[in-house]
Each structure stands twice: as structure tokens, then as C-alpha cells.
């Protein structure tokens, strides 16, 4: 894979102890050019030993990995730990479960676009069409109930625009609100690549019934039956 001196990856870690096999099992195929920062909040599983013995076996000298147990720890505040440790233009938010081999490829091409914000194109492994029917049903749920979009799965970033994301910690639902932030800031460029993401929280709840809940919001958003307040609460539980 082509050199990519100027990227790093950021990936930020919850108690993942079983994710993270195949995780760095990826990563080990990724340019080793890229800075790998892995940041956890405050794991209390096994997670942080599997990361330490990686790096102490790993080829790579450009791997750092941030731990503090955080109160109540969310996403920004789990990457907030990399604040003063990036030294690249650009960042790449790398969900746990996401596989990034394919837009990695051609990457330099993006960079010296020097585009503010990109954003890639997303498939589930494995994908059923009842998956397909869950993002659909989201998707509408996003738009129609919260009236935004969420494309946040694994941005590629300039460094500037993403230490001034992490000055705002948007708690619950924070990836739709930093969604509608960069929008109202960026015109994102749009890669056709796509990232892979594990579908295992889907089969770990089971899809038809969170396919089936959600369609329970949309026909009650519908026929006006409950509030708006209300259906977000409904929203919620099924996070």
C-alpha cells in the first residue's frame, strides 16, 4: 500500500476486548507510514493488553495508544485524549468495527485535494436484506424525526477542523449533531470507496426486531401519535 506519511489514524477504544483481534488483524495490512493512535476511555476488560502486546510485536514505530478512565466517557471525549498527539494534516476516525483497506487505496490523491472534510460510502459485512431495510428505516428516522443525515462513519478530516470538533462534546446522539456541524461549516468531497462495517451489533440485538421498532417510531411519527419528545425517547432506547 502506497506510502501516507501525512495521515493518522484515530481509533477510539470501550471495552472491545473481542472486536480488537480482528481489528489489528486489518490494521496490519495498512500503510505503515500511518500514525496509529488508539484511544481508550477507560476500558475495564482486556482490551488495553491486547493493544500493548500488539505494539510490542508490531514493526511500527508510529503507534501510540492514550488511556484515562474518563467519567462517563462518549465519543468525544475518548478522542479528545489525541488532542496533542497528532503531527499529520489529516485524521482518519476509524470506528473499531470498520474496515478502511479500500478507501486507503488512492488516499494521497484526496490529500493533496486538500479537501476540509471526505467522506465515504458504507456497506455492512455480513449485509442481509433485512440490514438494508434497518439502515433504510434509519435513515428516515434520522431525517424525518431529527431532520439530519449521519454520514460521520470513519471521516477523513483536516487535523484544524477536527481539534475544533473535539472543543464540543455533544453527549447523546452526538454522532448526528457533529454531522450537522460539519455541514454547516464544509461542502464535504464525497468518495465513492466504501468503508466496511460490522454488522455484529445489529446480530447481537437481532435485526427484525430493531427493524421492527423502528418502524413502529416511523407510524407513529406518521399518524401524529406521539410527540416528537417522545419518539425520540422511543429513539433512544433502541440505540
Known sequence: MEKM??????????NEEKVLPSLLEKIATY????????????SSDGGLDILK????????SNIEILS??????????T?????????????LLHPVDADC????IGFNVLIQKR???????KKYSPSTALLHLQELVLNNIRVRIFKKFVWTNCPALRSDIFLEILKHDHGFLEDVITSEYLRSLYTP??????????????QKDGTLKRVLSNLLILFLYQFNLKTIAELKVMYHKEK
Do not use: H, M, W
Open 79 to 91: 478522542l479528545n485524549l489525541a488532542r496533542d498527539a497528532i503531527k499529520t494534516d489529516y485524521v
Open 53 to 60: 502486546n500488539f505494539k510490542n510485536k508490531s514493526n511500527r
Open 5 to 14: 506519511t501525512n495521515l493518522t489514524i484515530i481509533i477510539p477504544i470501550l
Open 31 to 42: 500503510s505503515l507510514s500511518i500514525n496509529l493512535i488508539f484511544c481508550d476511555g477507560g
Open 115 to 121: 479537501s476540509e472534510v471526505i467522506i465515504f460510502f
Open 68 to 77: 484515562e478512565n474518563l467519567e462517563a466517557p462518549s465519543i468525544i471525549k
Open 189 to 202: 468531497q464525497i468518495c465513492t470507496k466504501s468503508v466496511v462495517i460490522s454488522s455484529r451489533r445489529y
Open 101 to 104: 483497506t479500500s478507501v486507503l
